[in-house]
T-cell receptor, first 118, second 120 residues
Framework: AQSVAQPEDQVNVAEGNPLTVKCTYS??????LFWYVQYPNRGLQFLLK??????LVKGSYGFEAEFNKSQTSFHLKKPSALVSDSALYFC????????????????FGTGTRLKVLA | GAVVSQHPSRVICKSGTSVKIECRSL??????MFWYRQFPKQSLMLMAT?????????EQGVEKDKFLINHASLTLSTLTVTSAHPEDSSFYIC????????????????FGNGTRLTVT
């Protein structure tokens, strides 16, 4: 079965320091991977995706993620954290199996709460 | 970019009443929309896939008579929580993909801002 794991419930980092939010996946075939951010009482905002090509993907708000096929990981990174980056981050993978209606479902990790301390 | 609008953002209702939540794709057409439920400090649980012009596909364990989904047009899907009970209190989020926009077929999911439902 396809799955996504975010091993850390919470990550604390000081403002200005680099941050990493971890994600590993298990999926058959080539993975389609995504990162989303959620602020309190809001929906999820798309940050970046990996479909194919360069293993280092750049996204919104200075975030980037590195696809590592051998380690089946897709960790989210940012060189210098901001207090405003504090939020809930979700990693997701597209289920490669089409549904009966012909679309694809997305499998989400359990989320990692990022706290950036001033 | 693709925008998904969800309304209302918050609703409080009494036990036994029904509540309708709307999800609109504002600048693109969405033949498929997804409805999620999010419990406190937990991940998103896919409830159902809403298909324009046909019946929704519900995930295992989700009561289709309890959570009625209608996708009558290419830009609107509605979720009605019927005979709501306190255990239905949750954060409901819809999403859709824009296959015509920047990302084309590889479009990510675009989410509404969610609806906080409180049943008293």
């Amino acid at each position: 079965a396809q799955s996504v794991a975010q091993p850390e419930d919470q990550v604390n980092v000081a403002e200005g320091n680099p941050l990493t939010v971890k994600c590993t996946y298990s999926v058959s075939g080539n993975p389609y991977l995504f990162w989303y951010v959620q602020y309190p009482n809001r929906g999820l905002q798309f940050l970046l995706k990996y479909i194919t090509g360069d293993n280092l993907v750049k996204g919104s708000y200075g975030f980037e993620a590195e696809f590592n096929k051998s380690q089946t990981s897709f960790h989210l990174k940012k060189p210098s954290a901001l207090v405003s980056d504090s939020a809930l981050y979700f990693c997701a993978v597209r289920d490669p199996t089409r549904t009966t209606s012909g679309t694809y479902k997305y499998i989400f990790g359990t989320g990692t709460r990022l706290k950036v301390l001033a | 970019g693709a925008v998904v609008s969800q309304h209302p953002s918050r609703v409080i209702c009494k036990s036994g009443t029904s509540v309708k939540i709307e999800c609109r794709s504002l600048d693109f057409q969405a033949t498929t929309m997804f409805w999620y439920r999010q419990f406190p400090k937990q991940s998103l649980m896919l409830m159902a896939t809403s298909n324009e012009g046909s019946k929704a596909t519900y995930e295992q364990g989700v009561e289709k008579d309890k959570f009625l989904i209608n996708h009558a047009s290419l830009t609107l899907s509605t979720l009605t929580v019927t005979s709501a009970h306190p255990e239905d209190s949750s954060f409901y989020i819809c999403s859709a993909r824009d296959f015509v926009g920047t990302h084309g077929f590889n479009s990510p999911l675009h989410f509404g801002n969610g609806t906080r439902l409180t049943v008293t």
